[in-house]
């Protein structure tokens, strides 16, 4: 049998052979191991159960060493505190904060000895976890500070670490004025913590920040990054170049991340002469441009349409091995600014780098641009023999090249692809496809579409109504206009657009009054809708004393109706009389 020689071995080199399993990531060999004691009638320990639960940390098989952990609790073995803290940082590495709290309070009831490293495992298990919340309700926030209390009454110092995760997770919870409090009952803060309390919010970055020089507290470049950081989230680029430029006053080097921080704040507003300059800075203090770097200047000139200065940065990457699928991406959508589909077709195609779905995005909207359809929709073809997979945006692109040359079978063909290929088509794609309806003369199956949008998992908006309503127009189908004006609902009240289309139908059947009646009873006298009755009235021979007339008797019909409905409003309200 297999557990009958093991009686013969003493506990001691059983323990040990646990061990050195999980050391050599061997933890199902582990389990057998014991699996086999157990068959033999052995005594699993508490030591035992301790070295399979710090094997299945050492393995990564997480679930395996809580499972140890609460087995432990089912046959009444009190677990020690460091196979305790081994099943708390297996919560961190699944970043399952929820089971690592509920750990705690397991330890507590068993009377484990917890000390400052359990509680620093399990805020830290929070922090790697950062589920936000709303500030008005309880979360990962609240369940630190309870955390931070009960280590207080337990006579247990948090450290550095530990309040610098806490303040972390009230930051990412909305709750900053309590990680400022955190901050401020800190024994000894440090520049970590001072960075973990400014990371999201700029102007209370910049404040702890100078507060460093009040507390005597060496700046770092770890701190001057978090502030430059928290600047770029916020779209703060001029207030992270001032901090760039403070750097080297504090007798201290900016680095890659300091200077990526800055050029991404400029990439963000579009500023690339600033981003190109700062590239070109940190060749000049020794601070090594990396990918990030490139990318953000990459991404600053294909914002402005700057596609040489884009290609020349993409050449100096290339030289330097740094080149890759984001610079590329960049390069064409610098491409489709300027309308160069012939370079964005050349560098999809190279072969050096492997372009994804956000490369042929762009690529097929640079081409459809141009007017090359018919090459957008070949791009969509490539995709797939790519080995990637088209999403909605990439099927929009290739629909509205179809519209663009009026190839309504090709797009009803496409449309199907995408059912077949379960991309779900949003309001989007239904909407180009009815543009391209009304563009080919087919305003029946406009109307179509538009009642099948709620089959679709769609929600049809102004832009769904107003482009039936141009198809039934164009074809002078001025019933089916008022018909599509009459369906519109679910909090969509019809716009200047809608309403000049029926009644630019309606006139052009010589039923113009009825659409001047219709619509400035929805939209008012607006200027579209007159323009539109004009237009009408001109196509309809109308002359324009009788144009006036009708929409004089309109207005006061109009204003009779408001007052009416003003009137009904002040009547309903109770009458207070006098006794």
């Not at 646990?18 to 582990?30: D, T």
């Not at 990371?199 to 910049?206: D, I, K, M, N, Q």
Request: hydrophobic share 45%; charged share 15%.
């Amino acid at each position: 049998m297999a557990g009958h020689g093991l009686t013969e071995i003493p506990a001691v080199q059983w323990k040990q052979r646990i061990k050195n399993l999980g050391e050599s990531h061997s933890w199902q060999a582990a389990v057998q191991l014991c699996v086999d004691l157990r068959y033999a009638q052995l005594e699993v320990d508490g030591e035992i159960f301790g070295a399979m639960i710090h094997a299945g940390t050492k393995a990564r098989a997480w679930n395996m060493a809580l499972g140890h952990l609460v087995e432990m609790t089912q046959v009444k073995l009190v677990p020690y505190v460091v196979s305790c803290n081994s099943a708390v940082a297996s919560c961190a590495k699944m970043r399952a904060w929820s089971i690592a709290t509920l750990l705690l309070g397991t330890m507590g009831k068993c009377r484990v000895p917890l000390n400052a490293s359990s509680f620093s495992s399990i805020i830290a298990t929070i922090d790697g976890s950062r589920t936000r919340t709303s500030a008005s309700e309880a979360g990962p926030w609240f369940t630190v500070l309870d955390i931070l209390t009960t280590m207080q009454t337990s006579a247990i110092l948090p450290d550095v670490v530990s309040c610098s995760s806490s303040i972390r997770v009230c930051d990412a919870s909305g709750h900053w004025q309590k990680a400022l409090t955190l901050f401020c009952d800190m024994d000894a803060p440090n520049a970590v913590s001072h960075s973990s309390c400014g990371e999201t919010r700029w102007p209370l970055a910049l404040h702890l920040l100078h507060r460093m020089s009040g507390q005597s507290i060496l700046h770092t470049v770890i701190s001057y990054g978090s502030c430059i950081s928290s600047c770029q989230k916020s779209g703060q680029w001029l207030m992270s170049l001032r901090l760039l430029v403070e750097i080297p006053k504090q007798k201290l080097a900016a680095n890659a991340i300091c200077f990526g921080g800055v050029i991404s704040a400029c990439e963000q507003v579009g500023n690339w002469q600033m981003a190109l300059l700062l590239l070109q800075r940190m060749g000049e203090v020794q601070a090594t441009p990396n990918q990030i770097t490139y990318n953000a200047a990459i991404s600053a000139c294909s914002r402005d349409g700057q596609l040489t200065m884009a290609l020349q940065l993409l050449a100096e990457m290339t030289q330097l091995r740094l080149a890759n699928v984001v610079a590329y991406s960049s390069c064409i959508a610098a491409c489709e600014k300027g309308g160069h589909w012939q370079m964005a077709l050349h560098l999809l195609t190279l072969e050096e780098w492997g372009p994804n779905v956000v490369s042929f995005t762009n690529c097929m909207k640079t081409c459809e641009k141009c007017s090359y359809w018919q090459v957008a929709v070949d791009l969509l073809s490539a995709m797939v023999t790519s080995s990637l997979v088209p999403n909605v945006v990439n099927f929009n692109c290739a629909l509205s090249s179809c519209e663009t040359g009026g190839n309504l079978a090709l797009a009803f063909q496409l449309f199907a692809t995408m059912q077949k290929r379960r991309v779900i088509p949003d309001i989007i794609s239904i909407n180009i496809l009815m543009d391209t309806c009304t563009f080919t003369g087919r305003w029946h199956l406009a109307l179509n579409l538009l009642s099948a949008v709620p089959l679709l998992r769609a929600s049809a908006n102004h832009i769904s109504f107003n482009t039936v309503i141009s198809a039934c127009c164009t074809s002078w189908q001025w019933r089916r206009s008022l018909d599509v004006l009459s369906r519109m609902g679910h909090g969509l009240e019809p716009n200047d657009i809608t309403c000049s289309a029926c009644v630019s139908a309606c006139g052009k059947a010589w039923r113009w009054q009825m659409g001047l009646e219709l619509c400035t009873a929805e939209a008012g006298l607006r200027s579209l809708v007159l323009c539109s009755c004009v237009v009408a009235c001109d196509s309809a021979a109308v002359q324009r004393s009788e144009l006036l007339s009708a929409v004089a008797a309109v207005q006061r019909d109009h204003l009779r109706t408001l007052a009416a409905s003003k009137m009904s409003k002040s009547f309903s309200k109770p009458v207070l009389t006098e006794r």
